[in-house]
């Protein structure tokens, strides 16, 4: 592999890292709040399923909260990283482009979006996202540059000139 796709590939992966970054902090928060609540239980349950409960709890509480305010940006990114905490990437991708709505020059939020499509391989969104965010980095030649080139690696892989194994599952 030549270092320039060494390279695009690399930073694909960091904006794929980003996403998972979101959900470490769910994940974290989970954790110390099960490990209290196991040691008064009865019945033992696993430590992955009680976090996996709290997450089911927290991802609800957020679904409410929005019910009530649909513009609460924190409750947004509340849901996007519990939803990604429990491994559901594909069920940020609503409140991350409902928060798009909300700040459209949010380069984060875009970043997040590009990242989702690009982890259910849905390239064409995925694009889209990168066309944006270079359109928004245009003080930054550098930045745009970087964006164009993870854009030409995601249109080569969807027009299978470069060949990606599908998701685990």
């Known amino acids: 592999m030549a270092k320039s796709e060494r390279s695009l590939v690399q930073r694909i992966l960091i904006v794929v890292s980003g996403i998972a970054f979101l959900g470490t902090g769910a ?9 209290n609540r196991q040691r ?5 349950q696993t430590e992955e399923a009680a976090i996996n409960q709290q997450l089911a709890v927290q991802e609800r509480n957020y679904e409410l909260l929005l019910e009530r305010e649909p513009d609460n940006r924190t409750a947004l990114e509340g849901l996007v990283q519990t939803r990604i905490g429990m491994g559901n990437v594909a069920g940020a991708l609503e409140p991350l482009e409902k928060w798009a709505e909300l700040e459209p020059e949010n380069v984060d939020v875009l970043q997040g979006i590009a990242a989702v499509h690009i982890e259910l391989q849905q390239y064409d969104q995925a694009i889209e996202q990168i066309d944006k ?13 970087e964006l164009r080139a993870i854009k030409q690696q995601l249109e080569a892989i969807e027009s299978g000139e470069i060949i990606v194994p599908p998701p685990e599952q």
């Open 40 to 44: 008064g239980q009865n019945a033992p």
């Open 133 to 145: 965010l270079i359109t928004l980095s245009a003080d930054s030649p550098q930045q745009q540059e």
């Open 27 to 35: 994940f974290g928060a989970a954790s110390l709040l099960t490990s």
